[in-house]
């Protein structure tokens, strides 16, 4: 794992792409991505800017890592971002298999400025008939067929 002034240093830099994003008419969250041999990819939030509800600055620098190295797995990898990631950029570090997630200001920091995720992170926490978005399963028979697909697709490449 990097010293604790490497944490610092990849944090001072995610902070300072949010401030430039913020007058580059972006959201005030940055983003940076650092791989187990070093390389640094950069990532920063643009949900208005892009009209994008998933253009986070942690997906964006996780794509934007992906994207170069031409792969999907980022194992060994640390994302650096200025504020606590919400429960998508979360999942998507994990998909990302990334070895270490590090953060500055947090989730009530983040409120403080106008962006409460609390919403997000209680909706997991609701019972599936009190959410406030309705995710049901519709019975269908032909439910695994993409799945049977996939299984017998041999040249498939697993993730």
């Known amino acids: 794992m990097e010293k604790d002034s490497a944490h610092t240093n990849y944090l001072s830099e995610a902070i300072a792409l949010a401030v430039a994003n913020v007058q580059n008419s972006g959201g005030p ?26 253009a986070h600055a942690e997906v964006m620098a996780i794509r934007n890592a992906c994207a170069a190295l031409e792969t999907f797995d980022l194992t060994g990898a640390r994302l650096y971002t200025s504020c606590e990631p919400c429960p998508m950029c979360l999942a998507t570090s994990l998909w990302a298999r ?16 106008g962006f409460d995720d609390a919403v997000f992170y209680d909706y997991f926490n609701t019972p599936p008939e009190d959410r406030s978005l309705p995710v049901r399963q519709v019975p269908m028979e032909t439910r695994t067929a993409p799945f049977e697909q996939w299984a017998s697709t041999l040249d498939r490449v697993d993730y």
Do not use: C, I, K, M
């Not at 590090?102 to 400025?113: I, N, P, T």
């Open 29 to 54: 969250f940055g983003a940076v991505v650092v791989t187990a041999d070093g390389q640094v990819f950069h990532g920063v939030n643009r949900v208005t800017a892009d009209n994008d509800p998933s």
């Open 98 to 113: 990334l070895a270490g997630v590090y953060f500055a200001a947090d989730r009530h920091d983040a409120a403080d400025g």
